[in-house]
């Protein structure tokens, strides 16, 4: 067996799909980058200009109208609470500054929110397509048959195909999520964006970064298990395609309770830690007339990272029965 893993990892590493995938992903990753130097930069000559303006307007109006704020406020202070959250009436009614009236730049802990875990979404969609053309490939040129002749017992060769797609979409994945991660870091360096929130930043990079590698394993596994069951990569992109706009798009339509149970809900869930979707319940009130009310449900991670599990398995299972029963020659 270790020789056969050791042979398909040869194979795969050869492959063009496997580069061409990674360059592809970088590219992505880059843009990602570009999207966070661009949610960073410094403001404008004219956009200082303009805040310092609004500063001093609101400045003005403060120190005109701030003692007589303060006092009506504490006057009903005792009936109604200055704030939920305990904030007095001194500091609801405190001085403006001028960073509030500047264009708002995230620090690095909400930049890798906003720009690293949409990266996930891309290789998703990547490695699916170099799960699918790691098998199709070869069942359509028939080098799979040639293979089998070397290597007759199915089983093996599926799992050793397996564990060599999975080893190449690793550094695949993290090549492509460290190009991210180390862009959004150095552009926020160079706009001077970092922030102070440093531990917040790596705790949020790990979450993010080990979500991602978990998913793109996923869409790896699933790609070469549709592969296996449909042998041809426009099968697989057929399938997609009619999942996504039957499954994904019109049955949440007509059965809004089935969002719940879709594979974007669940993959939702699995990406950002926690999944949301909404239903309209009608019944009739005390006076007889039907009124709507909107129920938020909740989707865990868990629950999506087992709908996930789930689905790769499926796909497994028919691709090794299919692969076990189809003539390959």
């Not at 949610?39 to 200082?48: A, M, W, Y």
């Not at 909400?110 to 397509?129: I, K, S």
């Not at 296996?228 to 996504?244: K, S």
Request: include cysteine.
């Amino acid at each position: 067996m270790s020789a056969l893993v050791r042979a398909e990892l040869a194979r795969v590493r050869a492959r063009t799909v496997v580069w061409g995938t990674a360059l592809v992903l970088v590219v992505a990753a880059l843009g990602f980058v570009v999207a966070a130097w661009d949610d960073t930069r410094p403001p404008t000559e004219q956009q200082v200009a303009e805040a310092q303006v609004a500063f001093d307007a609101a400045l003005a109006d403060h120190e005109r109208h701030h003692d007589e704020q303060v006092a009506r406020c504490e006057e009903v202070e005792g009936d109604v609470p200055a704030d939920e959250d305990g904030t007095s009436c001194e500091e609801l009614f405190a001085a403006p500054v001028l960073e509030a009236f500047l264009p708002y730049r995230p620090a690095l802990a909400e930049t890798f929110a906003r720009r690293l875990q949409p990266m996930t979404w891309v290789l998703v969609v990547g490695l699916l397509v170099m799960g699918v053309s790691l098998v199709s490939a070869d069942l359509a040129s028939g080098a799979m048959s040639t293979w089998l002749t070397f290597a007759p017992r199915r089983g093996r060769v599926l799992l050793s195909r397996l564990v060599a797609a999975l080893a190449a979409a690793v550094p695949v994945a993290v090549l492509a999520l460290g190009t991210a991660a180390l862009g959004i870091v150095a552009v926020l360096a160079w706009n001077g964006a970092l922030g102070t929130d440093r531990a917040d930043a790596a705790q949020e990079l790990a979450s993010i970064t080990w979500r991602a590698l978990a998913t793109g394993l996923w869409a790896t596994t699933l790609g070469l298990g549709l592969a296996f069951a449909l042998r041809h990569a426009a099968a697989v992109a057929g399938v997609v395609v009619w999942w996504v706009a039957a499954v994904e798009s019109a049955l949440p339509t007509i059965f809004p309770q089935a969002r719940g149970v879709t594979l974007g809900t669940n993959l939702g869930a699995w990406v950002e830690g926690v999944g949301y979707w909404l239903t309209e319940e009608c019944a009739p009130d005390a006076a007889g007339v039907e009124t709507c009310t909107t129920v938020e449900h909740v989707v865990t991670q868990a629950q999506g990272g087992l709908v996930l599990l789930g689905v790769a398995l499926v796909a497994l299972g028919l691709g090794a029965l299919a692969f076990r029963l189809r003539d390959i020659g």
